[in-house]
């Protein structure tokens, strides 16, 4: 009824390639742009700075691991220490009065310029072998960080943000900042979307299908290989600047550990690998599915009278992240994006029984 396809008569080829050519796809995808453009004059401060905000940033980073994970095929799990670089190299170019555009170019650089070289491992390597190598990338970059007292100042110790400006404007109130974050998940939203279209985009999914028969149909495989890790190693340094100015405002080295790695690694499997949309809905489930979860929890203990272990709600969003990762790995290994395009399908031919093929 709302998915239908009935009338569209393309006449330029433009037409056909539109991102969205169903007019209820354009009009959803608008509402929902509107709605998170008029957010902070609809909800508070709360949903604001503690739901949407962090939605956006993390969806962000989870874009950009997707880039390397679902289109091009190769496994990262040091992906946290990507985005610390760029927190790092970005926090310390504003301390010294560089502008925050600047600063977030140059923390995607530095970024890109690191990950591509613990991901040229991946020209020689796959599977298991190449976790390991981006796992070694992580605690190697963890140690520097934190014994590094011309990074960090120490392991313990905060590096404070300072005031900032983007594009001129002040990031000083919550509505500035939500609207930074906003632009920067559109930016890299639109370049996603964009990004499959383009000859860089099929040379990746050649090398995530079979990387030899790519090479013989002419995909140089050295070179589209490293060009996903610059590509997905820019966009989580920019991100990790994003995130400690508009976020955190301060950073520190317990703030980029292995459990940031796997969080994101959770949000892309839950989300759906290859897809723009699964980052969304996968980043959601994870942020908000723990929260919904503890409240739940105190809720019924509280009715009951259960003495529930503080450890016990502490380590409940582990728990969560590992049975929804394995989950739908079991179940749904495309994620929560396969689950909306079976119901989109459904709603092309409903209410005719037939399925679409």
């Known amino acids: 009824m709302f998915y239908r396809r009935a009338g569209l008569r393309h006449t330029r080829y433009q037409d056909e390639r539109q991102l969205f050519p169903l007019a209820f796809d354009r009009g959803l995808v608008l509402t929902v742009l509107a709605f998170l453009i008029a957010a902070p004059l609809l909800l508070d401060r709360l949903w604001l700075t503690g739901y949407l905000l962090p939605w956006l940033i993390w969806t962000s980073a989870a874009l950009g691991l997707n880039l390397l994970m679902g289109w091009a095929g190769q496994i990262h799990l040091g992906y946290g220490a990507v985005m610390g670089i760029g927190a790092y190299a ?32 991946a020209l020689r390597m796959k599977g298991i072998y190449l976790a390991m190598a981006t796992l070694a990338m992580q605690f190697i970059v963890d140690f520097v960080i934190s014994h590094n007292a011309a990074i960090s100042g120490g392991t313990g110790d905060l590096l404070q943000v300072p005031a900032v400006r983007f594009l001129g404007v002040p990031l000083t109130s919550d509505g500035a900042t939500y609207y930074f974050a906003l632009f920067v998940c559109f930016v890299i939203t639109l370049f996603m979307l964009n990004v499959k279209r383009t000859s860089f985009g099929r040379a990746l999914a050649a090398l995530r299908e079979k990387d030899y028969a790519a090479q013989i149909l002419g995909v140089s495989t050295f070179r589209y290989k490293l060009m996903a890790f610059w590509v997905s190693s820019f966009i989580g340094g ?11 405002r301060a950073v520190s080295p317990d703030q980029f550990h292995l459990e940031l790695s796997i969080q994101i690694l959770a949000m892309i499997i839950v989300g759906g690998l290859g897809s723009v949309l699964g980052p969304f809905f996968g980043t959601a489930l994870i942020l908000f599915a723990p929260i919904v979860l503890n409240n739940l929890l105190g809720s019924v203990a509280a009715t009951f009278g259960l003495d529930l272990p503080i450890d016990m709600r502490a380590h409940l969003p582990l728990l969560a992240y590992g049975l929804l990762v394995i989950g739908f790995l079991l179940y749904e290994p495309l994620g929560l994006a396969k689950l909306y395009a079976n119901f989109r399908n459904y709603m092309l031919v409903w209410p005719f029984r037939h399925a679409q093929r």
């Open 90 to 121: 970005g926090v310390h170019l504003v301390r010294f009065g560089v502008p925050l555009e600047i600063a977030m170019i140059a923390g995607g650089i530095m970024s890109a310029g690191i990950g591509t070289v613990f991901g040229a491992a």
């Open 238 to 248: 920019v991100v990790g600047t994003v995130l400690a100015v508009a976020y955190l």
